[in-house]
């Protein structure tokens, strides 16, 4: 094998034309590893997302990491609405129970305690699918809207009889509800969670 000009390892073998052709490429020429602001920003502007989560769960500990999570948690908090059926089913349930909640301040409140949870997944072994990054979002989002509701009209409107429960138990409840699919699934989830 020779290297050409390019940059590109010319191999021994030819291909039917009797030519040489590429078969690896200089390591000197590969492209440097984006920094977490690098890859802070393109989160923003929604791309890169996918080497963001790597980099988070290769580089967690690095200082810069945290703007790094804060841009994903951004992006995932947004994504909830069109990315996740299970939020969608929550705040279906929220929006027919007449309930006036802040939808958008609470979002910016969940953004923080996603950020944390992103750090925390990246912690542990192995790789924080986006599958499992936009969950987490949602439980914590569902989590945050809680607070506002009025749950005597959540209780009814899923068919549940109410019953006195703690505010963290209420979010608790709420947030294990993004799991579900469809108002039916809503109401098994949060009857479960409630349950003694």
Same mark, same amino acid.
């Given at each position: 094998?020779?290297? !050409?000009?390019?940059?590109?390892?010319?191999?021994?073998?030819?291909?039917?034309?009797?030519?040489?052709?590429?078969?690896?490429?200089?390591?000197?020429?590969?492209?440097?590893?984006?920094?977490?602001?690098?890859?802070?920003?393109? &989160?923003?502007?929604?791309?890169? %997302?996918?080497?963001?989560?790597?980099?988070l769960?290769?580089?967690?500990?690095?200082?810069?990491?945290?703007?790094?999570?804060?841009? @994903?948690? #951004?992006?995932? %908090?947004?994504?909830?609405?069109?990315?996740?059926?299970?939020?969608?089913?929550?705040?279906?349930?929220?929006?027919?129970?007449?309930?006036?909640?802040?939808? $958008?301040?609470?979002?910016r409140?969940? %953004?923080?305690?996603?950020? $944390?949870?992103? @750090?925390?997944? !990246?912690?542990?072994r192995g790789?924080?699918?986006l599958?499992?990054?936009?969950? %987490?979002?949602?439980?914590?989002?569902? $989590?945050?809207?809680? &607070?506002? @509701?009025?749950?005597?009209?959540?209780?009814?409107?899923?068919?549940?009889?109410?019953?006195?429960?703690?505010?963290?138990?209420? #979010?608790?409840?709420? !947030?294990?509800?993004?799991? !579900?699919?469809?108002r039916?699934?809503?109401?098994?989830?949060v009857?479960?969670? @409630?349950?003694?």
């Open positions: 094998m020779t290297w !050409s000009p390019s940059g590109v390892r010319a191999c021994a073998w030819p291909d039917r034309a009797g030519r040489g052709y590429a078969c690896a490429i200089d390591p000197s020429q590969t492209r440097p590893r984006r920094s977490a602001a690098q890859l802070a920003r393109a &989160v923003g502007n929604g791309r890169s %997302v996918g080497a963001a989560l790597r980099h769960d290769n580089h967690g500990d690095d200082p810069g990491s945290a703007v790094l999570a804060e841009a @994903l948690a #951004q992006f995932l %908090v947004e994504r909830c609405e069109s990315h996740h059926a299970g939020w969608r089913a929550v705040r279906r349930v929220v929006v027919d129970s007449a309930a006036d909640a802040p939808w $958008e301040k609470r979002a409140r969940a %953004v923080p305690h996603v950020a $944390e949870d992103l @750090l925390s997944l !990246s912690a542990e790789r924080t699918p599958a499992r990054a936009q969950h %987490v979002a949602a439980r914590r989002r569902a $989590e945050q809207i809680a &607070v506002h @509701l009025d749950r005597g009209a959540i209780f009814a409107g899923l068919g549940i009889a109410p019953r006195a429960v703690s505010d963290e138990r209420w #979010q608790a409840a709420l !947030s294990s509800a993004v799991g !579900s699919r469809s039916e699934q809503v109401a098994r989830a009857d479960l969670a @409630l349950r003694d």
